[in-house]
């Protein structure tokens, strides 16, 4: 990992290390910044020949990743560099992957079932958001489902992660809002996750084994930092002060749930943003209050500790408000969602087990309809009634 303003520079030099040959994954958008600019630049002078795929695109479809896999077939490259957002990155990641392994990518749904080491990759964030530059998942949208699946392996690790905060800059204001969101969620959800003792077979397992000392540590660091700079970054784009401390949060929270793992906001986003079509930050930041208020009675020690790093009362209230001030919708109901919609979001919900199964408290239908009701009403507070 290496920080700091100007450090996309360095991508040439890592990139030589593994050949001459680099396929550069990013979006139309990026594909005409500054910032890209300066990564290109910096793998022309290091002496490495660049083919761009330009073409990823939100939510990573499966016509993308074939259109990306072949071009990485035809170029035969030495080494991936993603530049752009959590989509882009994942889309490199799976690129990678199929670049090494056979297909279909669905071989790969399993936990931990990548055979082996994938093209080296180099990730260039442009958000800060996601964290996919330090985490073991890639989450794209599969083709018969509809639905986003993730494929975690730790072999899908970036090999670098060169966070440079003047790329963050041009993002706009609601990516801003939505990415800086869901990587609040990923801070607390990581914070809330179960937690078991690791095994020696568990660890071989899976890649995220539940909350610990490290993820701990860092999940608060980051949920202090991104809760006292979002509504700044969202505010003024050009403060460069708030894009480094929202890059940075992002970064230790990316680590954070790379260990972690995440809960049921991201579950119940996973039939969310299929249903609404909306942006995954979006729904991770709407339905990460109701959660914690769900939550609540199992990790009360750990409210008391977010409310101390988030400097607040109530860390619910405190992400509700914050989720309102950045531009979020109060309520599901606001995204499209019909009441009737309810009770099949939360079936769809409970299959996704690696993130039912890492929540502090059961989870079965009852308890995701639960969540989704308070949610399409906007009111966190009648988990809390409900308890009595």
Not at 68 to 93: M, Q
Not at 259 to 286: D, E, K, R
Not at 376 to 382: F, K, L, M
């Amino acid at each position: 990992m290496i920080f700091g303003t100007g450090m996309a520079a360095a991508a040439g030099q890592l990139a030589a290390g593994y050949g001459d040959r680099a396929l550069v994954v990013t979006d139309p958008n990026i594909a005409g910044s500054p910032g890209f600019t300066s990564v290109r630049a910096s793998l022309h002078e290091a002496g490495v020949d660049v083919r761009v795929f330009a073409e990823a695109v939100v939510d990573v479809p499966e016509s993308t990743i074939t259109e990306a896999v072949e071009c990485a077939a035809e170029y035969r490259p030495d080494v991936v560099v993603a530049v752009g957002g959590g989509s882009t990155i994942d889309l490199a990641k799976v690129t990678a992957l199929l670049a090494s392994h056979p297909g279909p990518l669905s071989t790969y749904y399993p936990v931990e079932s990548v055979p082996g080491p994938v093209l080296p990759l180099i990730a260039v964030p442009t958000t800060a958001g996601t964290g996919s530059e330090v985490t073991p998942v890639s989450v794209i949208t599969d083709a018969t489902t509809r639905m986003k699946v993730g494929v975690a392996s730790r072999h899908l690790i970036p090999r670098h992660a060169l966070c440079d905060p003047l790329l963050t800059v041009g993002a706009p204001r609601t990516v801003t809002a939505h990415s800086g969101m869901d990587a609040l969620a990923h801070a607390v959800e990581s914070f809330m996750a179960i937690r078991q003792p690791p095994t020696a077979s568990s660890v071989l397992a899976r890649p995220q084994v539940g909350k610990n000392l490290l993820s701990d540590t860092l999940a608060l660091t980051a949920a202090g930092g991104i809760s006292a700079n979002l509504a700044r970054a969202v505010d003024d784009g050009d403060d460069l002060d708030a894009r480094s401390a929202m890059l940075y949060g992002s970064l230790l929270a990316g680590i954070a749930f790379g260990n972690a793992g995440v809960t049921a906001a991201h579950a119940l986003q996973f039939a969310v943003g299929a249903a609404t079509h909306t942006s995954h930050g979006l729904g991770t930041g709407l339905l990460l209050p109701y959660v914690m208020e769900f939550n609540r009675p199992a990790r009360r020690a750990e409210m008391a500790a977010l409310a101390g790093a988030m400097e607040c009362t109530d860390p619910v209230v405190a992400v509700h408000e914050l989720g309102l001030r950045v531009g979020l919708p109060a309520s599901l109901a606001e995204i499209g969602v019909e009441v009737g919609q309810v009770r099949g979001l939360a079936e769809a919900s409970i299959g996704i087990r690696r993130l039912i199964d890492n929540n502090p408290v059961r989870l079965d239908v009852d308890a995701l309809e639960q969540i989704l009701m308070a949610a399409w009403h906007g009111e966190p507070n009648r988990l809390g009634a409900a308890r009595g």
